[in-house]
Structure formats: C-alpha cells, structure tokens
C-alpha cells in the first residue's frame, strides 16, 4: 500500500524547508556563531604537509595515543589530481599532536611522509596504469587499515588495502579486496558495481576510480562505510567488513540519482547517516537514514549547497554535518546538527548552527579525547580543531536591542 503523505510530497521536497529554521530571528546569533567559530577555527590550522609539495587533497584522519595519522593525495608537481599524472601520490604522514599544536610546528621537520604509491607502481600483484586515489583508513584494535583504488592493467579500477604496523612504521599485507554480493565473492572493481547495479534494475553507470572515502563506523563488530565510482553518475555503494580484504554489499542508496562524487557516512543511534554529493551544477546534496536493524532507508531529504565531500561528525551527544556550499570557490562551509525526524514532519531533519569561512574544504574530523579535529584541502592539506560556537538567539537579540537603546 502506498504512503500517501511520501506520495503527496514534491520532487524538490526539503529544498526550502530549512527556511522554518533559518529565519531573521535567528540570523544574528547564527551571524556571531559564524565569525567566532571561524576566527576561533582558523587560528589551529596548521598546514602538514611538505614543503615541497603543492597540492593536496581527499584527507582522512585518525588519532591514537597523542598520535595522527593522516592519509591524502598529494603532489609536488603542477597536475593535481590528474589521472595520469607522474608526480601524484597517496602518502601516510604521522605526527605528534603535541607538535602539530605548538607554535614552532615545522612540517618539514615534525612530520613523517609514508608513500603507499602512484601511477606505475606495482601493488598487490596489480600494476597501476593511473594514480592511486581517494583513501579511507580505520584502526581494529592496534592494526591501522589503509584503502584505496588504482585503475590495474586489466582496464578496471580496483581497490586496495594495506596494513600500517604504527610500532614499526612500516607497511605489510598488500591486498586487493573483493565484494561479496547475494553469497558470491567477486574482485572489488568498478566492473563487479556494474553487475549489482543491474541486478537492482538501475544504470550501470560504475566506471572509473572507486571512491571509498567516507568514516568507517562500527557496528556490532562490523565496519560500514559508503562510496562510488567518480567518472559517471551512479547510485554508489553501502559495504561492510571485518577484515578489510572482504567487503560485503549492504544496500544502493538508489535515491542518490545524480551522485557522481562522495558520500558521507556515520553510524549513531542503530541508523546509518549518509549525505550523498551530487553531480556538478546539482545544487544540492541527499540526506538520509538506512536503519541497521530493520534494514530500511527513511525518506530522503535536499540538503540546499551541498557541493563537495560532506562529512558527519559526533560529540556524543549529537549528530553533526558539514558540507560546503560553493560548487568551485569552496569558501564556505556549514556546520549543521541532524535533527533524527523521520524526514517527513513540518521541520527540517537539519539546523545549521554555523558557517567557516576560508577554512577550507574536503574536510574529515575525528573525534580525540572529547575534541573534534580536522583535516582539509586548503592548497594543500591542513590539519586544525574545529571550535564550533553556538549562541542562544534570545541573549543575543536581547544584547543588540539594550545595545541600540531599544
């Protein structure tokens, strides 16, 4: 039977409804919100990367012991992230918070660089005819995870992972993964997305290098975590491991229509939180829930200037989502916290509490001893302490109007 009230809905549904909580009488304590979060935020950036390097991109971060480990894309060249480029690389770089947080903080000096591999190396038994790209990482106890892809000779992008040993500093057990789907087990590759996505009844539209890039979160001893493939728009992709060699399929999100670049994932409250980037000059991204224990999906929700990597972060209290609301300039970015509704009632399932300016973007946080820390694309890639304000608007109204003599 159908739900008559999803049925009534129109196709640009939540699009303007952040309007019932983004109003005039919120503006000003949102405006201060802003300006001291981003004042408070911009003064803990540290970059970290080399000097000899001149881009960077597709950060992720964990913090174990007083010690980070961040894994990106960088490149002492001037192509960027170009497929074929000679002089990208994936890297590891490890470094003391401690450090990172002093005033006499030198990258070059106090950061280790650990090069996983780029266009022409051979890993895994599988040699790279395009760069390696877009990481994710996760600790299992003491052993730190690295995943990323590479297009192989065989014409098909691939994904991979490594172990880091963080005692010794060294890599061991290159593995190229595979996917599990309906009990059979296939190579992870953009080929064998393909193949699922048929048997859902959407677009095979899988081509390219595979982007698995979201948080890894743990659930009654499984790891989930989302992607998609970056060349052509497609549905993308839920798994779930144990091992970090064998991903099982968990879902299509296949509301995600246009997606052709990035998901964010976060487990919290027994539900999958997954904010789905869409295509270029879409100007919106997808919110939504897929319920672990009923094995469900909520209704959809338009995030308005969602472009680029979005990312979910916790305090333990709440849900928060970042996301940045420029399509090329990128200086912008939201601070939102998720507000758990069905998706469906008269409010948004998001309230925006604050806005980065010139902070940068593809941010990743990891929580660390109560605190939230950031890597992101800034040129290159920047390491910070998100120093997120919040002021209540009743106080800051009442300020501005014994202020003004009012």
């Avoid at 595979?178 to 080929?191: I, M, P, R």
């Avoid at 144990?242 to 997606?259: E, I, W, Y």
């Amino acid at each position: 039977m159908a739900n008559n009230a999803y049925d009534r809905l129109p196709d640009d549904y939540g699009v303007f409804k952040q309007f019932c909580s983004n109003n005039h009488y919120v503006s000003l304590a949102k405006t201060l919100s802003s300006a001291v979060s981003t004042r408070d935020t911009a003064a803990t950036m540290k970059r970290i990367t080399h000097a000899s390097n001149t881009y960077g991109h597709m950060g992720q971060l964990l913090i174990r012991d007083g010690v980070c480990y961040a894994s990106f894309l960088q490149n002492s060249g001037s192509d960027g992230e170009s497929h074929s480029s000679t002089t990208s690389e994936v890297v590891l770089a490890v470094f003391p918070l401690a450090r990172v947080q002093a005033e006499d903080f030198d990258p070059d000096r106090d950061v280790v660089i650990r090069r996983l591999g780029g266009l022409g190396d051979s890993f895994a038994g599988q040699h790279a005819s395009s760069i390696f790209k877009d990481n994710s990482m996760c600790f299992v106890g003491d052993e730190l995870y690295i995943l990323f892809s590479f297009v192989a000779e065989d014409g098909k992008s691939h994904m991979f992972r490594v172990k880091y040993d963080i005692r010794t500093g060294t890599f061991s057990e290159e593995t190229m993964l595979q996917l599990s789907y309906k009990g059979v087990l296939y190579d992870f590759t953009d080929e064998t997305l393909n193949l699922i996505y048929r048997d859902k009844g959407v677009l095979p539209n899988a081509k390219g290098l595979i982007e698995l890039v979201s948080k890894w979160s743990e659930y009654n001893g499984e790891y989930y975590a989302t992607g998609v493939t970056i060349e052509l728009e497609n549905n993308g992709f839920i798994v779930k491991t144990t091992d970090f060699k064998t991903m099982t399929l968990v879902d299509v999100p296949l509301f995600n229509t246009h997606g052709a670049a990035e998901i964010a994932s976060y487990i919290f409250r027994d539900k999958l939180y997954v904010a789905c980037r869409q295509n270029y000059g879409i100007p919106y991204l997808y919110l939504n829930a897929y319920d672990l224990q009923k094995g469900t999906w909520g209704r959809e929700y338009k995030v308005p200037d969602g472009n680029v990597r979005p990312w979910f972060y916790s305090d333990g209290k709440d849900l928060y989502l970042m996301h940045t609301v420029e399509e090329y300039v990128r200086r912008y970015t939201n601070i939102s916290r998720v507000l758990y509704c069905n998706f469906l009632g008269a409010c948004s399932p998001i309230e925006t509490i604050a806005t980065l300016y010139d902070c940068g973007s593809y941010f990743a946080v990891c929580e660390y001893e109560g605190k939230p820390y950031f890597v992101c694309t800034k040129d290159t890639i920047s390491f910070g302490e998100l120093k997120i304000r919040s002021y209540p608007p009743k106080e800051v109204n009442d300020k501005l109007m014994r202020l003004l003599e009012l």
